[in-house]
């Protein structure tokens, strides 16, 4: 492996623009991709949702990308800073996009691209400046390492059988939704469905009347209702330690204009405002809706309330129901009952629950769905056999690249085609091809003592200090809140003086094999126990533990972003403000901000949590966490 700067494998690296959008002619009829940091994150970018016409590329100095040009996103909100993509196409991009031609005598495209994709959170840290975003000269000097040529393309061509099969899968759902929305089409809105005989009923001369409430003609014998009469809003709230088996998928998992998705989140960052959905319903994202985001549920699993769980009354109505939300109209109308300007949620009662529709007659509607379902269950088959490719493929990722699995070891493509068209599990895919390479059987820590000690050296370690039981507690708590679940013991914790506070934790501390207990400037702080710690260390060096150190870390990185930079004050402000979202459900400022006006505390000076900290401090640390996908 060779250590090599981003810069030396390139050719070009630099960024694009954004034409003045003033010049409508550089815009007008534009033919020209122009491509954001929306699309970045996608293995292949074939094509730009907006274009750029020539006179913008002859009177501007945007420059076009040639085909297989590297793009990574350097701004963008919650995950897309850090994503990278290869375009697929000769394209333009604005400058929130870093764009590297790559030297091909020096490196492979797609090697990179696969190698970048595992320097995710590394690129992320070279942020820089208020609103956090990477820079050009950061990515060329940016370090990585490399085998061989040949020993890239050979990787890249192993990780490439995963995306082909994928992308494949993708474009044969594209079809079938394609097929699904022309036969809905044809029946429901040209109303050209099988008459009697067979025959287009409408094109056939069936008879049409003229409808006051849709002011549009429909067949005779039909109905028209509220959306409400087809399907129920479901509003299943759950707490996020419950159904701990299921599946997170938050709204910005359901795809644009799609049916199904393939992508979930980490389990832990479910966090709040928890509901839960079953298998077949249909999901809205209702939050922005005119991302036009519908699909149906593949199986049971958990959102936030940012979404609509909705259920058909009766099964013959679920999939067209389906197909009648997915109609750009539809689509349009809830946006049009929305509410908030600057984050426009959708409303269910006195909004798109009013939305009115043809009702069929329900023997239209159950040869409608005989039709469906054979589509609709291929593409949901699909779609959960690309969950499982991707989940092999980032499996295998890491160990390819630091050399655990030689690529010219891995027989895949056979065993993709085989495991593509069987009922061959996932688990049996990776035991017959990867068996031994297989790690062993992980195992939680479970034991509260050796979780606390480990804990404490995390901190001592990873922030330079030593700290006694009034920082512990909130450390505990708040990695608790970040993690659900992450320790074999539950705490219960109440409002305290400097912070949340357990007795029952007090008594683990005091009472912990692996703590000892000395005195810095006055103050009694904890420290590993020198006898016990070269056991903690093997606690916090064995993989199967790895879970346990990141979440710490994760709590740690908080405590050293700049606004709270290790300060005691800033750590509690934080604790403060995760127990009152953790009780309330809420990030209102004005909610939050009585809540520590209720917050009583004696401290010098101080009689409240309120007269401690400042409305604007409560601000900044409520949109940290935010920031950091935390609430």
Request: net charge neutral.
């Amino acid at each position: 492996m060779n250590k090599v700067k981003l810069g030396d494998l390139a050719i070009k690296i630099s960024s694009g623009l954004t034409p003045s959008r003033a010049n409508i002619d550089y815009w007008k009829n534009g033919t020209i991709d122009w491509i954001k940091t929306e699309q970045i994150g996608q293995k292949y970018v074939y094509s730009s949702n907006e274009k750029i016409s020539n006179l913008a590329l002859e009177k501007t100095s945007i420059k076009l990308n040639p085909i297989n040009t590297l793009s990574i996103a350097m701004y963008g909100e919650g995950k897309t800073r850090g994503s990278v993509s290869i375009l697929k196409v000769e394209a333009t991009t604005n400058q929130a996009c870093c764009n590297i031609i790559v030297d091909d005598e020096l490196a492979d495209t797609e090697f990179l691209y696969y190698k970048l994709k595992t320097q995710y959170e590394n690129l992320r840290s070279l942020s820089s400046g208020v609103r956090k975003n990477l820079n050009s000269n950061d990515i060329k000097e940016f370090e990585i390492s490399i085998p061989k040529l040949l020993t890239q393309q050979k990787i890249a061509t192993v990780l490439s059988v995963f995306d082909d099969k994928i992308e494949l899968n993708n474009k044969i759902n594209a079809e079938l939704e394609a097929m699904a929305k022309t036969l809905y089409d044809y029946w429901f809105v040209q109303f050209d469905f099988p008459n009697g005989e067979g025959k287009p009923y409408r094109s056939s001369g069936g008879k049409m009347v003229f409808n006051e409430t849709l002011k549009r003609e429909i067949p005779e014998g039909w109905e028209v209702n509220k959306f409400k009469f087809l399907v129920n809003k479901v509003s299943n709230t759950i707490n996020p330690d419950e159904y701990l088996n299921l599946k997170y998928l938050p709204i910005d998992k359901i795809p644009k204009k799609s049916f199904l998705y393939s992508e979930y989140e980490d389990r832990n960052n479910a966090l709040s405002s928890i509901i839960k959905f079953d298998e077949d319903d249909i999901l809205l994202g209702a939050m922005r809706v005119y991302f036009h985001r519908v699909c149906l549920a593949l199986e049971s699993g958990i959102s936030r309330n940012t979404i609509f769980v909705l259920r058909a009354k009766n099964e013959i109505y679920k999939f067209y129901s389906l197909m009648l939300l997915n109609k750009d109209e539809s689509i349009q109308f809830a946006n049009d009952n929305s509410t908030g300007s600057s984050i426009p949620y959708s409303k269910w009662d006195n909004g798109l629950a009013e939305l009115n529709c043809i009702i069929p007659p329900n023997n239209l509607l159950k040869d409608f769905n005989v039709l469906l379902f054979p589509i609709l269950e291929k593409v949901k088959n699909l779609s959960k056999q690309n969950q499982e490719l991707a989940q092999l493929r980032d499996w295998l990722l890491p160990m390819l690249m630091n050399g655990q699995v030689k690529a010219s070891e891995v027989r895949i493509g056979d065993r993709i085609n085989e495991y593509a068209n069987s009922e061959v599990s996932h688990e049996k895919l990776v035991a017959e091809t990867f068996g031994e390479y297989l790690p062993k059987k992980q195992h939680n820590i479970n034991d509260i003592n050796k979780e606390l000690a480990a804990l404490v050296y995390l901190m001592n370690y990873g922030l330079g200090v030593n700290y006694g039981n009034v920082a512990v507690q909130k450390a505990v708590y708040n990695s608790s809140v970040i993690t659900p679940n992450l320790y074999s013991k539950k705490h219960d914790f109440i409002n305290y003086n400097f912070g949340t506070f357990s007795k029952g934790l007090a008594d683990d501390l005091s009472h912990n094999p692996y703590l000892k207990t000395k005195k810095i400037n006055g103050f009694e702080v904890y420290e590993i126990e020198p006898s016990k710690k070269n056991e903690i260390l093997n606690v916090l060096s064995s993989a199967e533990n790895k879970d346990f150190v990141s979440s710490i870390n994760k709590l740690i990185d908080l405590y050293k972003q700049p606004f709270i930079n290790k300060e005691t004050n800033k750590m509690e402000l934080l604790n403060t403000v995760l127990k009152i979202h953790s009780d309330l459900k809420t990030t209102d400022i004005e909610i939050v901000y009585q809540a520590m006006k209720d917050w009583k505390i004696k401290q010098t000076g101080f009689n409240t949590k309120a007269e401690k900290f400042s409305k604007e401090d409560t601000e900044q640390i409520i949109e940290l966490l935010q920031n950091n996908g935390i609430i």
